[in-house]
């Protein structure tokens, strides 16, 4: 034990002096470079900072906003196999592993070895009559290359790889969160197109009934030729529209399919509600200044990237003081195996080695300024993930203002036509007006009712958006009711 003695005492020394600081810059969050609210457009209240909210949408989970039972369903299947979601988690794993990689090197790496050297000397050299077998074992535990972090080289490198790994972290729950909000948006998308394939073969059909009664007028001589040729147009116009939404509703299928990362069960899709964009979400609260901002994940992955930079100007400074390292060991040699561990074969050896800078043609100074130009670009990235999401939230704030009007002006618009088919439909069946007067009063009940749809579409997807921009929260808990 007494060989081990001073090999430990070097070990606890090295541990101690280790304990010191880093010579990073002391990391304060920058400035916001945005207004602290965002402008009023029209009468919407979310935009200003006075008023009162109890739950900002970061701290709202998707379960409490997406209140359709569908969407849940398909949701929970896309976090559990969705392939972007997975390479996510995968790289925060890698993060996490390169991290605890760095960390080690704070600790000394304590290594066990067992050998044995033979040797044999011929008679002539080892000076003797016959040939010399020498046999040496050995048994040691040492420590081998072991740096002082006297300057707080190896804590920077390990606080910059800590960052990455929260970086990295947050960059998974982006991916996250946008997933979430692109499978509410298939879903939304998907039941607005068969919306609009429901009412393009209602359409179809209705025209197909008026072509007939046509030709019976036509071979009454009630109705012309004209007559005829515009209503059978129509029939072939909404023939081509049911064939296009026929197509787009089995492409918005395969979109949710490889958002959601498995098959689809028929039951899991098969909505065409025309009150969608009033059911398939809650509301958000009013009143959120813009410092709701920092709670995206976007915006703390940049930050997590700007306090790694940080941390690597530290490193880079520490370059420029001597390191020193230490390799030790003790243990027991014998000619003998089984005298290896007696009393009296113990050996020890202790080699410190300091390394100071002296001249390296300016390469730690490069290094230095490369690392607090990193710095700097990492302090404009996040300005602009901050800038970038301050107008994400703008954008969808002026139209959340004005989306309800515009739902409210197609609704009133889509019954005016409707009032103004029928008056057209009876005004051609007693003959008063041709049917050109009642085939445009149909085509603007057609486009009102298709502008309709997608009101409510642009409603449903702007509130999806929205919560999405806000740093939509991940977690799976709602609220008690």
């Not at 535990?141 to 972090?149: A, M, Q, T």
Request: glycine residues 6%; proline residues 3%; neutral net charge.
């Amino acid at each position: 034990m007494k060989a081990f003695t001073p090999t430990l005492l070097a070990m606890g020394a090295a541990l101690a002096l280790s304990g010191c600081g880093t010579l990073a810059p002391t990391y304060e969050r920058p400035a916001s470079p945005v207004a602290a609210d965002w402008a009023p457009v029209g009468s919407d209240t979310v935009a200003s900072g006075s008023g009162t909210s109890s739950t900002a949408a970061a701290d709202l989970g998707w379960r409490a906003f997406f209140a359709d039972a569908r969407l849940q369903k398909l949701i929970e299947q896309a976090l559990a196999n969705n392939r972007d979601l997975r390479v996510a988690a995968l790289n925060v794993e890698k993060a996490q592993a390169q991290y605890r990689v760095q960390r080690a090197d704070l600790f000394p790496s304590v290594n066990a070895a067992g050998g044995l050297t033979a040797q044999r000397l011929p008679a002539d050299v080892a000076g003797t009559s016959q040939p010399i077998i020498s046999r040496q074992y050995t048994a040691t535990l040492g420590v081998s290359s072991y740096e002082l972090d006297l300057f707080g080289r190896v804590r920077s490198l390990k606080d910059a790889a800590l960052a990455t790994y929260l970086s990295t972290d947050e960059a998974r729950r982006s991916t996250q969160i946008s997933l979430i909000a692109q499978v509410a948006e298939a879903y939304a998308t998907l039941a607005a197109d068969r919306e609009r394939l429901a009412l393009a073969q209602e359409t179809l059909n209705s025209q197909r009934e008026t072509l007939h009664l046509t030709e019976r007028r036509h071979a009454l001589g009630v109705s012309s030729a004209l007559d005829l040729n515009q209503v059978q147009s129509t029939v072939e116009s909404a023939r081509a529209d049911v064939a296009s939404y026929t197509s787009q509703v089995a492409q918005d299928v395969n979109t949710l399919t490889l958002l959601v990362g498995a098959p689809l069960d028929a039951n899991q899709t098969a909505t065409s509600d025309t009150q969608l964009a009033l059911t398939i979400t809650n509301d958000l609260p009013v009143g959120l200044p813009s410092e709701v901002l920092l709670k995206r994940p976007d915006v703390q992955e940049a930050e997590r990237s700007l306090q790694s930079a940080n941390a690597n100007i530290g490193a880079a400074r520490a370059a420029f003081f001597p390191s020193i390292t230490l390799t030790a060991s003790a243990g027991g040699s014998s000619t003998s195996l089984n005298n290896l561990f007696q009393g009296g074969q113990g050996y020890w050896s202790f080699v410190p080695q300091i390394t100071l800078p002296i001249f390296d043609a300016g390469r730690n100074s490069a290094n230095l300024k490369v690392a607090e130009v990193n710095r700097d670009i990492a302090l404009a990235q996040y300005d602009k993930a901050i800038q970038s999401a301050f107008k994400d939230v703008s954008d969808a704030l002026a139209q959340r203002a004005t989306i309800a009007e515009q739902v409210a002006a197609k609704d009133a618009l889509v019954r005016a036509n409707e009032s103004s088919f029928r008056l057209s439909q009876a005004r051609y069946q007693k003959g008063v007006d041709g049917y050109l007067s009642a085939l445009d009063s149909q085509r603007s009940l057609y486009s009102a009712q298709q502008g309709l749809i997608t009101a409510r579409l642009s409603q449903q997807v702007n509130r999806i958006t929205l919560y999405k921009v806000l740093g939509g929260g991940v977690s799976e808990q709602s609220p008690a009711r």
